[in-house]
């Protein structure tokens, strides 16, 4: 199957700071980009939607100058958590899909602010 | 509104015995459904993918049953493993929408 990859695996940065995760597509063109947030025991929760080369639909509540995504290329999504607060700290998980085919997860990062 | 349902929350079970998890949806106009593995601390691992056409689907041990008339799937694990503990998430996708619909899901454990 498609082989999704999310570096880093896991970070910590200091409250204030910025982190950007990235998220890659290893042997598919990613039409669409998801990324998700998850607490722990919790469901996957959707924070956005980007598409190649175009704005990211950020779902309601989650405030897209805090989580900036970029969808640069058909194999590559950011997200940058912009001046990270404790309650930022996450479990974040991108997903790529090709068209209507199959949502292909991300192994996941794990984020903890301190 | 869009909204997949699982049953149970949670489920232990003794290795090497059968299990029935559920998924009821209500996302219109169906697309197709889908059943994730997601261990902890690791992202969620497709094992099956059922059209409106499909009635079941097995992948291993894992049988996957699709009635779209009743809006209803059900995933059943056959002889379980300690290591098929983790978390079950269904997910159901709307024709000509870009973003599905997630399940809470259901945790199972096995124990020896």
């Known amino acids: 199957g498609a082989v999704v990859s999310q570096h880093p695996s896991r970070v910590i940065c200091k409250s204030g700071t910025s982190v950007k995760i990235e998220c890659r597509s290893l042997?598919?063109?990613?039409?669409?980009m998801f990324w998700y947030r998850q607490f722990p025991k919790q469901s996957l929760m959707l924070m956005a939607t980007?598409?190649?080369?175009?704005?990211?639909?950020?779902e309601q509540g989650v405030e897209k100058d805090k989580f900036l995504i970029n969808h640069a290329s058909l194999t590559l999504s950011t997200l940058t958590v912009t001046s990270a607060h404790p309650e930022d700290s996450s479990f974040y998980i991108c997903?790529?899909?090709?068209?209507?085919?199959?949502?292909?997860f991300g192994p996941g990062t794990r984020l903890t602010v301190t | 509104k869009n909204q997949v349902e699982q049953s149970p929350q949670s489920l232990i079970i003794l290795e090497g015995k059968n299990c029935t998890l559920q998924c009821n949806y209500t996302v219109s106009p169906f697309s197709n459904l889908r059943w994730y593995k997601q261990d902890t601390g690791r992202g969620p691992v497709s094992l099956t993918i059922?059209?409106?056409?499909?009635n079941t689907k097995s992948n291993g041990r894992y049988t996957a049953t699709l009635d779209a008339d009743t809006k209803q799937s059900s995933l059943h694990i056959t002889a379980s493993q300690l290591s098929d503990s983790a978390s079950y998430i269904c997910v159901v996708s709307a024709r000509w929408e870009g973003k599905s619909t997630f399940g809470d899901g259901t945790t199972l454990t096995v124990k020896p």
């Open positions: 980007s598409n190649e080369g175009s704005k990211a639909t950020y």
């Open positions: 042997d598919f063109q990613a039409t669409t």
């Open positions: 997903s790529a899909t090709y068209r209507d085919s199959e949502q292909y």
């Open positions: 059922m059209t409106f056409s499909e």
